[in-house]
T-cell receptor, first 113, second 113 residues
Framework: DSGVTQTPKHLITATGQRVTLRCSPR?????VYWYQQSLDQGLQFLIQ???????AKGNILERFSAQQFPDLHSELNLSSLELGDSALYFC????????????FGSGTRLTVV | DQQVKQNSPSLSVQEGRISILNCDYT??????FLWYKKYPAEGPTFLIS?????DKNEDGRFTVFLNKSAKHLSLHIVPSQPGDSAVYFC????????????FGKGTKLSVIP
């Protein structure tokens, strides 16, 4: 157990739907990062939050949004889902704002049918 | 445009021998490099890192070498063990205060007993 908890582990939904992925960071970590891993692709950085504020943005689609709550857990919202959104979504956390030494969760596998 | 490339999708090595995983990068702004290991159904776990001011970093059986002029790094595992069988991701970040990691697509290492 890495200490980073992601729920649900698996999610199957239809095109056009909206889903919410949840991440609880490791105790004491203020930064949360979201990454997407599509088939045969490396992990693509989506977005980072630090202590409730958006800190950095990567290749995140406008249909996707995220937030970090006062208790530091984070949610990634994916809307108007398309088949191509099917992927593994990883959350990671770290103690500070630097992106080094992440601890990853085990991921949420999203399948859009 | 892939800024971090792992050109070998897979590698098979006999137990006890050396495993060498390679990674090339194109962005000259990258100054910190990391290797992550990933088992099935788990998130990536941090393995070893190297700053651009060094050309070698060692941690037990794992050594990372950095050749800045060639924009190339490699991970050596000696001796290789069956438990090392996993997908290895190379990642890089650019500059102090950088919050995102750019990952390669990964190399699947199989260590044969």
């Amino acid at each position: 157990d890495s200490g980073v908890t992601q729920t649900p582990k698996h999610l199957i939904t239809a095109t056009g739907q909206r889903v919410t992925l949840r991440c609880s960071p490791r105790s004491g970590d203020l930064s949360v990062y979201w990454y997407q891993q599509s088939l045969d692709q490396g992990l693509q950085f989506l977005i980072q939050y630090y202590n409730g504020e958006e800190r950095a943005k990567g290749n995140i689609l406008e249909r996707f949004s995220a937030q970090q709550f006062p208790d530091l857990h984070s949610e990634l919202n994916l809307s108007s889902l398309e088949l191509g959104d099917s992927a593994l979504y990883f959350c990671a956390s770290s103690a500070g704002g630097q992106g080094l030494g992440y601890t990853f969760g085990s991921g949420t596998r999203l399948t859009v049918v | 445009d892939q800024q971090v490339k792992q050109n070998s999708p897979s590698l098979s090595v006999q137990e006890g021998r050396i495993s060498i995983l390679n990674c090339d990068y194109t962005n000259s702004m990258f100054d910190y490099f990391l290797w992550y290991k990933k088992y099935p159904a788990e998130g990536p776990t941090f393995l070893i890192s190297i700053s651009s001011i060094k050309d070698k970093n060692e941690d037990g059986r794992f050594t990372v070498f950095l050749n800045k002029s060639a924009k190339h790094l490699s991970l050596h595992i000696v001796p290789s063990q069956p438990g090392d069988s996993a997908v290895y991701f190379c990642a890089a970040s650019a500059g102090a205060g950088s919050y995102q990691l750019t990952f390669g697509k990964g190399t699947k290492l199989s260590v044969i007993p």
